[in-house]
């Protein structure tokens, strides 16, 4: 016989409620995904809130919050800080990265010396600007306080990953 005339037969039986079971696996694996980074996003909150620095208003740790976006096939958890200075500037990103040197508005820093060191006025504007031209001096320090709290936080993650991909599993072997 040669090779050309080889032939493999295949017959399945049952097959068809195997088709069935898969035809629903991407909706029922993408529902799953979704419930697991909501899970993540309510466990991850709170943790980063407890490692954010207070600060003078406590803004920074308030405005902590999580949202899972994306399209269908790429769903993803976004976790942000929308805190704003009492002149509209989104801060936390200087804060977790640092900055260069740069003279800051020295008004914005009077809360701060305000609630921090606990100077009233007119010492504690004297004392904000002194503070802002160190900054202009040195820049910031970065506080990697959101690295701590993923580091806390990465067993309850690997928990719920666990989980999920079990439970995904588990559905379609059925």
């Known amino acids: 016989m040669a090779d050309k005339d080889f032939v493999i037969t295949f017959r399945a ?23 697991a980074l909501r899970r993540i996003g309510t466990l991850m909150v709170p943790i980063l809130k407890a490692h954010t620095p207070v600060g003078a208003s406590h803004r920074l740790r308030n405005k ?8 269908p096939f790429g769903q993803r958890l976004v976790v942000w800080q929308a805190a704003q200075s009492p002149g509209g ?7 977790r990265g640092g900055t260069r040197p740069h003279m800051p508005p020295y008004r914005e820093l009077i809360p701060w ?17 002194l503070i802002a031209r160190k900054i202009a001096r040195v820049g910031t320090r970065p506080n990697r306080y959101h690295e701590r709290a993923l580091h806390a936080a990465m067993p309850g993650i690997q928990a719920i990953v666990n989980e999920t991909g079990v439970t995904i599993a588990a559905r379609l072997s059925r």
């Open 89 to 95: 500037y989104f801060y936390g990103a200087f804060v």
């Open 64 to 71: 902590t919050y999580f949202r899972v976006g994306g399209g």
């Open 113 to 129: 010396v305000r609630a921090v060191l606990g100077i009233g006025l007119p010492e504690g504007a004297r004392v904000a600007w």
């Open 13 to 35: 039986q049952g097959l068809d409620e195997r088709v069935r079971a898969y035809r629903a696996a991407p909706t029922m694996t993408r529902a799953s995904i979704n419930l």
